[in-house]
């Protein structure tokens, strides 16, 4: 039974770098936002991280045809009706309600099948004990923790959510498509309102396994990795694994096979973990002051402090 730790949280909160460094861990994939997978890859054919579009990459082609044989058009399209069907952030009160997951099984069924088999072709094509999912949205990572034959654990991921949104600004173009099309940004309320959201939820959908589940904080991570790689190794059960440090902060990153995700996928050699902290200087007081009003609940339950220039410990 292969192993699949789901990296769960708001995106631009560091969930790139941390896979791609779990996935340097022998016996570790980092397969990318495998929720993108059908539109991105299997209809759009955008690059895979080793650089090749996605149906020119030997290891993606093999597991789709383990997986699947020779999936076509019309079942991408499948996938992705029941994804909207079943593992949308509007699904998430129905998942909660007493009862509610028996109807929603009734309805992604043939879905959750086939991430089971997707996940068991990844470990046998990459021989991987531990299948990376950075696919980050809490609706789709609690129906995949139903996917058969598949032990889950869920690895819930924190930024402050001021760096997220100063990020959220930023604009970054997309490397693997073919207008070079811009990345999707979002305005400081909005990119806060998505933060609550996104935290209350993963908390609120794992609350009942808190054995599969850990929570991170990127601050943490980059400021200790060490620390953070043995408190996720300990979770998966694969204590006596290597990490992947080269002195305290540095990760020699390889070629990838993430399927989607921040352009930073792309990034290979040595990569020093630090935070990156512009948004102290650069973000507008205005943005700061209205981030942090919005937040403000789930800032103190996190360990941040309300003064945006410190962060309590």
Not at 6 to 14: A, D, E, K, Q, T
Not at 152 to 171: G, I, N
Request: charged share 25%; proline share 5%.
């Amino acid at each position: 039974m292969v192993k699949v730790l789901y990296v769960v949280g708001l995106g631009r909160s560091g969930s790139t770098i941390l896979s791609n460094s779990l996935g340097q861990i022998e016996g570790f994939f980092s397969a990318g936002e495998l929720n993108f997978l059908w539109r991105h890859n299997v209809l759009e054919n955008r690059l895979c991280g080793c650089g090749r579009p996605f149906h020119e990459c030997a290891t993606w082609q093999e597991i789709m045809r383990r997986a699947f044989g020779s999936p076509d058009e019309d079942f991408a399209r499948e996938m992705i009706r029941l994804q909207r069907a079943g593992t949308r952030t509007r699904h998430i009160p129905l998942m909660l309600a007493p009862g509610g997951w028996r109807q929603m099984e009734g309805r992604i069924g043939k879905l959750l099948v086939s991430y089971g088999r997707l996940y068991a072709a990844i470990g046998k094509v990459t021989g991987s004990r531990v299948v990376v999912d950075s696919s980050k949205e809490p609706a789709h990572g609690y129906a995949m923790s139903h996917a058969p034959g598949v032990e889950f654990y869920t690895l819930h991921l924190v930024r402050d959510p001021r760096a997220a949104a100063y990020s959220w600004q930023k604009k970054k173009r997309q490397p693997d498509t073919e207008n070079r099309e811009y990345m999707f940004s979002s305005p400081p309320a909005r990119s806060a309102v998505m933060w609550n959201a996104w935290n209350a939820a993963a908390e609120a959908l794992w609350r009942k396994t808190p054995d599969r589940y850990l929570r991170l904080r990127y601050e943490d991570f980059v400021s200790n990795p060490r620390v953070s790689f043995e408190r996720i190794l300990k979770l998966v059960g694969e204590e006596d694994a290597r990490i992947p440090l080269t002195g305290e902060r540095g990760v020699e990153l390889g070629v990838s096979h993430t399927v989607s995700g921040n352009p930073n996928r792309f990034e290979t050699g040595t990569v020093e973990l630090r935070e990156d902290r512009r948004w102290q200087k650069e973000m507008s007081p205005r943005d700061r002051a209205l981030v942090t009003a919005l937040t403000a609940p789930l800032l103190s339950r996190y360990g941040y402090a309300l003064s945006p220039s410190t962060r309590a410990l």
